[in-house]
């Protein structure tokens, strides 16, 4: 009797001890349910919106195409380009026609600087600035101008051939990729512009004064001293190339590659009469893209559910979930209406034209004070280039010219279309 008893004591108490490890195991999974599953999965689709919110806002900007994509425009030279004003189309309508918000993107004195390509080009005016600093300038620019020229070719293809919730959604992956492949596109661009701009070691400043902007010309060949200074410089920096392909250029294509994404995050928009920034936009798809947000997390919490504590639990989250909806919580997940919509308009990019004649006019008025007034020479030039030198010298940049230029352009006039041949 007393070992029956015993062992129906044993058999109770292990019963209890497994109810208190069920219970125990029951806590431990609600716990790490609400945290940290719930709470980072929320977080996670929170984020992910506010990044896909961003690649949005880039898309939107690269249509404008005010970014500083053309190395030969301003702020890289005092060339401002014409950039056409256009509507963009903003948080599109599901209606029958579709509809939207518009917004622009000026291509104003604000949106317009840039304050690392503003400092290379006050350097580059500055007459201390010397050939090798030059140099690196002309690296950095023209790989910050390639890049800001990707992306501007990236965002446009994307808003031109995805709708807003698909960019959304899928537009985060897609710029981290290319983001990714960027890095080491630049790296190898870096060292192709090592060698490339070696150019401005065989270069000097031939107007030196204390407040005169320098102008850089190629030593002339029969300058031994100057080329074989050129040649040694160019010999230290090949030795040089192998130490920055360790760490230098990663670091470097690292650094302008994040420069150039983050800096488009920073203009300034136009919408609805407002200047405002990228923090309205995202804003604006939490607003009007609530449904579909909260779809997202609804799924990434049920499935949560399912794996924590099964397919019985999981099954009545899903009754309760749709329940709750229907009768309760259907106001927070409604997204608010589209306001200050018009009929959709175009998705092209705008146009920009660059009309950059400060090469042109430096080299002909160079070429008019060495030419002076010796006509003989200067029919040998037109004989040589024909009507179209001649077309140059049109009324409106002869305007441009000082008027000790013009008097000596005017023996133009007097050279016949055809030089005859002797």
């Not at 807003?164 to 537009?171: A, M, N, V």
């Not at 050129?230 to 010999?235: K, R, T």
């Not at 009007?288 to 794996?307: A, D, L, R």
Request: charged share 20%.
């Amino acid at each position: 009797m007393t070992t029956n008893n015993d062992n129906n004591t044993s058999a109770i108490d292990e019963k209890k001890e497994q109810q208190n490890n069920s219970n125990d195991d029951m806590g431990t999974k609600i716990k790490n349910f609400l945290y940290p599953t719930l709470l980072y999965t929320i977080i996670y689709v929170l984020v992910y919106f506010v990044i896909g919110s961003s690649v949005l806002y880039i898309c939107k900007l690269s249509q404008s195409n005010i970014l500083p994509s053309d190395i030969n425009c301003y702020p890289y030279t005092e060339v401002k380009p014409e950039i056409q004003d256009i509507d963009i189309n903003i948080f599109t309508t599901f209606t029958t026609p579709k509809q939207s918000m518009k917004i622009k993107f000026p291509y104003s004195e604000e949106n317009s600087y840039n304050w690392v390509a503003d400092f290379f080009e006050k350097l580059k005016e500055n007459p201390k600035t010397g050939k090798f600093a030059n140099y690196f300038i002309s690296i950095f620019e023209t790989v910050i101008a390639n890049n800001y020229n990707i992306i501007n070719s990236l965002g446009n293809f994307l808003n031109e051939s995805l709708h807003e919730l698909l960019i959304l959604l899928f537009g985060p992956i897609i710029f981290i990729v290319l983001m990714t492949a960027l890095l080491f596109y630049d790296n190898f661009y870096l060292m192709y512009l090592w060698f490339n701009k070696m150019e401005w070691f065989f270069k000097e400043n031939v107007k030196e004064g204390k407040d005169v902007k320098p102008v850089w010309e190629h030593i002339a060949e029969i300058d031994l001293i100057g080329m074989s200074w050129g040649y040694f410089w160019m010999f230290m920096f090949f030795i040089l190339f192998f130490i920055m392909f360790s760490f230098g250029f990663p670091l470097f294509s690292f650094v302008i590659v994040l420069w150039s994404l983050f800096s488009c995050l920073s203009y300034k928009c136009v919408m609805n009469d407002a200047s405002v920034g990228i923090s309205k936009v995202i804003s604006g798809v939490f607003k009007y893209y609530k449904t579909f947000i909260m779809i997202i997390i609804s799924y990434y919490v049920i499935k949560s559910v399912f794996i924590n504590f099964g397919n019985a639990i999981g099954g009545v989250s899903i009754a309760a979930f749709v329940v709750c909806i229907a009768f309760f919580a259907k106001k927070y997940f409604q997204s608010e209406t589209i306001n200050g919509v018009s009929p959709i308009s175009s998705y092209k990019q705008a146009t920009k034209i660059c009309k950059n004649n400060t090469s042109f006019m430096s080299s002909i008025t160079n070429v008019v004070h060495r030419l002076g007034k010796n006509a003989n020479v200067m029919k040998k030039l037109a004989s040589i280039t024909g009507n179209k030198l001649k077309d140059k010298f049109s009324k409106e940049i002869s305007k441009e010219l000082p008027k000790s230029i013009t008097d000596k352009l005017k023996i133009l006039k007097e050279i016949p279309k055809e030089i005859p041949k002797k």
